[in-house]
């Protein structure tokens, strides 16, 4: 018989509707990437060059003739939306002892939380290299913005979004690591542009204003290993254009595709409860599962300012 197997738990549709619209607004990873819910765990999906600027065809059509067809590419690549998943045991004990509130609420947020905290980690590993975003440069010495004397990050971000405005869109969003955004708040370039309309310290509106963009964030995720706490974002500023209604067919940097149909989940996200098999560990297992992939769609559209700052 065909289908999928039966749950050994059972699916919690309202804690899966909460994981569904649970955001870290310390994150920018869904900024960059906007979901896009699919129907299909793996697809081609379409990717954006320059056709729309290319004036190849001809519009002028002749009494009775056809319309000349344009072009737009299907990937050569696939999305796969594959699961990512996570799971707590949580013993009755602990259970009868929580006075936070829900503990398995409280548990899938924590889940969740540490999935996207995965998600936000790929996103800026893809927007961090040379090889994916092949728009950029690299800085050093007195060109990066942590020397505040001889650094010009504001022509630095012009020529970013010159080469993009080319793609028929224009900047709308801007990624910088905590360290850039350091260097940036006390570079004199900076300081001077904003000494008569900035009101305390400078932040990212001040930024945002400073570069002519839309949105300017700092993307302020770290990770943690062994004794060692890291940000995600290295020292490097990403440009890029995003389009406010991500769908499959419209031109945005990259998207992350969310297989809505995935089992056991509401919308490709579920948060699924059963008991341990181990009758004697008197414990419930609490599962998360988010089915995504990101993909860049229209690289063109994006920009790397290598090590920003040292």
Known sequence: MGGFAPLSGRLDAALSTYAQGYRNNDLVGDLIFPRVGVQRQTDKYWVWGREAQELTENDLR???????????????????AISHALKFDLADETRANFQAGDAEQALTQMLMDKILLAKEKRALDLISSKTVVTQNVTLEGGDQWSDPLNSNPRGDVDLAKDTIMKTGTRV????IGPEVFTALRSNQQLLEALKYVRVGVIGEAELATFFGIDRVLVARGVSFSGSTASFLMGKHAFLGYVSPGASQ??????????WEGAPGTIGGIGTVIGRNPDVTAKSDIVGV????????????????IYSAAA
């Open 62 to 80: 002749a009494t009775g003739a056809g319309a000349e067809a344009i072009r737009a590419a299907l990937s050569s690549d696939s999305y796969s």
């Open 172 to 175: 709308n969003l801007m990624i």
């Open 249 to 258: 067919m419209d031109l945005s940097f990259g998207k992350t595709f969310v």
């Open 289 to 304: 599962d988010f089915y995504y992939d990101q993909k860049v769609c229209a690289a063109a559209t994006g920009y790397l």
